[in-house]
């Protein structure tokens, strides 16, 4: 199947945008639940994800689709392509009503590589999009990172687990990038998150604890945008057990992953 990625892309973002409209609207009308302690789901996730993939799949009857709120879902997939959904990214900033959540959609290729990814945040009605060799853009505008090279100098962010014990490893590289970088921030959403290392906000990023579709739209939005992103040890990223360090050059990223290492 040769697949126009452009016909793809718009796609994505309708249905990101329709889904951002939809958690516009029944924002402050939810009752959430527990996925794990600490771990929020609300009605609006799972519309959210009905939403999108009935809009997707009406254009693309043959793509895979995985999504967050599928219960029991196979990793494997036998078509060409598979769209990897997040319907709302920062679910725990949705239910208190702080405004920093998105709708994440990644399309995938059968060899594994992210093909092209959309990420819409509906406070601020922003789409950020990118296929691969071809940039990144926020609303039609090319991003770049910034040129930050040193932790020092670095306004980072990070993302934990639901729960965090106080003797972790997640605690500790929390408290060495503190005293090492110039500010930290934990924002609640690993997808927007990276799009704001793509647009310069942030200088760096990482998350230990995320998943395959926090994360496969907003990997590609970077790598596009200038940045660099490896797992702790520098390797490529596992988009099955994603543990990710991203950063704006390839100085602050490797600076960053190596404090990491603990």
């Given at each position: ?68 709120e599928d219960s029991n879902v196979s990793r494997s997939f036998n ?10 990214d920062g679910t725990t900033n949705y239910v208190h009503g702080l ?103 942030l200088d760096a990023y990482w998350a230990t604890s995320v998943k ?51």
């Amino acid at each position: 199947m040769n697949t126009d990625l452009t016909d793809a892309v718009e796609s994505a973002e309708t249905a990101a945008r329709q889904a951002g409209a939809l958690l516009l609207t029944m924002r402050g009308k939810i009752h959430p639940r527990e996925k794990a302690p600490a771990d929020l789901v609300t009605e609006a996730d799972v519309a959210s994800q009905q939403l999108i993939f009935e809009c997707l799949s009406a254009r693309f009857p043959d793509f895979a689709f995985l999504g967050e709120e599928d219960s029991n879902v196979s990793r494997s997939f036998n078509s060409d392509y598979r769209w990897i959904v997040d319907p709302l990214d920062g679910t725990t900033n949705y239910v208190h009503g702080l405004e920093n959540y998105c709708v994440s959609i990644g399309l995938q290729r059968q060899d594994g590589q992210i093909a092209a990814g959309v990420i819409y945040d509906p406070n601020r009605d922003i789409v950020y999009s990118a296929v691969r060799g071809s940039g990144a853009f926020q609303n039609g505008q090319k991003l770049k990172t910034s040129p930050v090279r040193r932790l020092d100098q670095a306004l980072v962010a990070a993302s934990f687990p639901a729960k965090v014990a106080r003797d972790s490893a997640e605690i500790r590289r929390f408290v060495e990038v503190l005293v090492r970088c110039q500010a930290l921030r934990r924002l609640g959403s690993a997808a927007l998150n990276m799009c704001f290392v793509a647009a310069g906000r942030l200088d760096a990023y990482w998350a230990t604890s995320v998943k395959t579709w926090d994360v496969a739209a907003g990997l590609l939005i970077i790598e596009e945008s200038g940045g660099v992103v490896t797992d702790l040890n520098g390797h490529a990223v596992d988009l099955e057990r994603p543990r990710i360090v991203v950063g704006a050059t390839p100085e602050l990223q490797a600076e960053l992953a190596k404090v990491l290492r603990i």
